[in-house]
């Protein structure tokens, strides 16, 4: 694609540029391996327009891996990013039919990343206190110990993100019903307690 094919797309809001490598010359940006010629290739376009826009190229089985180690919420990237209709995807309208539906799923895959899903099943010890068991989709142990700071959602997704060396926006909490966690019993609890506190405070105070 020439650079002004390049700088349109880039100006219309495309991010990804797609086709079939000239050359056996270029490596991918994100395992280091060469591309060979004639090879499917796909790229994100970077620069701007005073300097130049131009893609990094990777093969398509690491373009995912390499746009994740690079932004935080690949996902967003994707739905802002990559045009709906896939024609409109630089290079698209030159691949063959297979290669055409290999990027379609590609593109499908990175607008709705994959969750792991992680069940939360809270129960209580005898004297009250309330435990937190995570376990993955099949019901191995992933957190055996959560503290009482990481009880709430955002904590608590950090920390399993953290054990299972993923993203945080990768992990996906559940109850055992299957809707998605909120907080423990005894978060909510507490929030009440100091809500009712609150209240009972303002009204004490205005009689």
Request: net charge positive; glycine share 10%; hydrophobic share 35%.
């Amino acid at each position: 694609m020439s650079n002004a094919l390049a700088d349109r797309a880039y100006s219309e809001g495309n991010r990804i540029q797609v086709g079939y490598s000239k050359s056996d010359r270029s490596s991918c940006k994100q395992c280091g391996d060469g591309i060979l010629k004639d090879a499917l290739r796909i790229g994100q376009l970077v620069g701007s327009p005073a300097n130049g826009i131009g893609p990094k190229w990777c093969h398509p089985d690491c373009f995912l891996a390499f746009i994740k180690s690079r932004l935080a919420k690949s996902g967003e990237w994707f739905q802002k990013y990559v045009p709906v209709d896939p024609e409109q995807i630089p290079g698209f309208g030159s691949l063959t039919a297979d290669d055409k539906a290999r990027i379609n799923d590609l593109v499908a895959l990175g607008k709705n990343p994959v969750r792991y899903v992680v069940t939360v099943t809270e129960s209580h010890t005898e004297s009250g206190d309330v435990q937190l068991m995570c376990t993955n989709m099949s019901g191995g142990l992933v957190c055996p110990n959560v503290r009482a700071e990481d009880r709430v959602v955002a904590n608590l997704r950090r920390h399993v993100a953290k054990q299972l060396g993923k993203r945080e926006e990768e992990v996906e909490l559940v109850c055992t019903d299957g809707s998605l966690f909120q907080a423990s019993s005894q978060t909510r609890t507490k929030r009440k307690a100091s809500e009712m506190a609150t209240a009972m405070a303002a009204s004490a105070g205005g009689a």
